[in-house]
């Protein structure tokens, strides 16, 4: 199963581009990761897949520790989706039609985080989300 983080636009923060470049490595070696990037908001429908299982990452979302959201990712994992997409909206947020269809939508805290910065959170915490499932110690519990 592959997993995806789709954004709006390029990544522009240099410190982001960096963070990104250290964690991608460290998440490819448990499976197949991407970031699928799109010109606006308008073409993330477009992006989706037919069996993909997609999460909002969306203010109003869920919130999880980080134990919480690995074993909320090992059940997402466990429906057998072709994609596990985690999508980040643009400025103004999901299209009507790209939120209907979302299966589910999770916040990353209850603070408004730039939308470069949420692509660093969202790899660090899938990271960390991967070495809890793998009982590794990055995450000291």
């Not at 581009?17 to 197949?32: C, D, M, S, V």
């Not at 606006?40 to 999460?55: E, H, I, T, Y």
């Amino acid at each position: 199963m592959e997993i995806v983080l789709l954004v709006v636009g390029d990544t522009q923060e240099a410190y982001v581009k960096e963070g990104l470049a250290h964690f991608l490595p460290r998440i490819q070696r448990y499976g197949k990761f991407s970031i699928h990037a799109v010109a606006n908001r308008d073409k993330q429908l477009d992006a989706l897949k037919s069996g993909d299982l997609l999460v909002l990452l969306d203010e109003r979302g869920k919130t999880y520790t980080s134990n919480g959201f690995a074993a909320q990712c090992q059940k997402w994992m466990n429906q057998g989706p072709k994609r596990l997409v985690f999508a980040v909206g643009d400025a103004y947020g999901f299209s009507d039609d790209f939120r209907a269809q979302a299966q589910s939508s999770m916040a990353l805290g209850l603070m408004t985080f730039p939308h470069d910065l949420v692509r660093l959170l969202f790899a660090e915490q899938l990271y960390r989300a991967w070495t809890i499932l793998n009982n590794e110690p990055y995450h000291h519990r």
